[in-house]
């Protein structure tokens, strides 16, 4: 009974540690090739611009106009999201819906089909896991003020720029507002909401990390000194 025990223990000492560790490094490894597979084709195809919306808001004459993608198919893959505070190789593509068969147990980030695009007035909010399949949002506590947050899209790239994190319990869907946490008030800038489990084994609370819109770089103009320029704002 001793050894069977023993054996049981092993068994399952192995199954935590392929979840914690290594199936989750060769998911993020896996992700992070088709991230850049699928960046490396955008920059290769002659039309550069996607089928755009106008802006939510006209722009001042003195603030370029920003591109805004239409609605997506669900589990369409419209994005990357790059976040240098992460490393320089930490990139997973971003598809519509946060369902988790099809987005968010594949390792991608989920994009909540009820809010803003990237670059549109509004809330932008994503999802993606902690633990298992790939981690994507792992080191969401890691985020420093002013650490960029960039979306990518064939028509360029979005920075974003972290302000502050909290906890909320997962009935608090107030942080998906066009606003977030301000009921019946319109929206008034540009932000975007990454949520995901707290603590990271379990599905008691959610960790939600804030960012402000700050800039677009068209894809003709490079990469963004947001991903070159180091971690910081």
Not at 109 to 127: C, E, L, R
Not at 151 to 161: D, E, L, N, P, V
Request: glycine share 10%; proline share 8%; net charge negative.
């Amino acid at each position: 009974m001793g050894e069977i025990l023993l054996t049981v223990g092993v068994v399952m000492l192995l199954y935590v540690s392929w979840h914690t560790w290594i199936g989750d490094a060769i998911v993020q490894g896996e992700q992070h090739a088709a991230a850049q597979a699928l960046a490396d084709q955008w920059a290769n195809e002659n039309d550069d611009q996607p089928e755009a919306s106008p802006p939510a808001t006209p722009a001042p004459n003195d603030e370029p106009v920003i591109p805004v993608l239409g609605d997506q198919k669900h589990a369409a893959v419209f994005g990357i999201m790059k976040v240098p505070r992460f490393g320089a190789d930490w990139q997973f593509k971003i598809a519509s819906g946060i369902s988790r068969p099809d987005i968010l147990d594949r390792g991608e980030i989920g994009h909540y089909p009820d809010t803003s695009m990237p670059g549109a007035v509004g809330n932008t909010v994503y999802a993606a896991h902690r633990w298992t399949s790939g981690a994507p949002f792992d080191p969401i506590d890691r985020l420093v003020i002013g650490d960029a947050i960039v979306i990518q899209t064939k028509a360029g790239w979005y920075t974003y720029r972290f302000r502050s994190l909290e906890y909320v319990q997962d009935t608090q869907i107030q942080v998906l507002l066009p606003v977030p946490n301000e009921e019946g008030v319109a929206a008034n800038g540009r932000y975007l909401t990454l949520t995901s489990c707290a603590p990271k084994l379990n599905s008691l609370e959610r960790i939600i990390a804030y960012a402000v819109f700050d800039e677009f770089t068209p894809t003709a103009d490079g990469p963004p000194a947001s991903l070159t320029g180091g971690v910081g704002a």
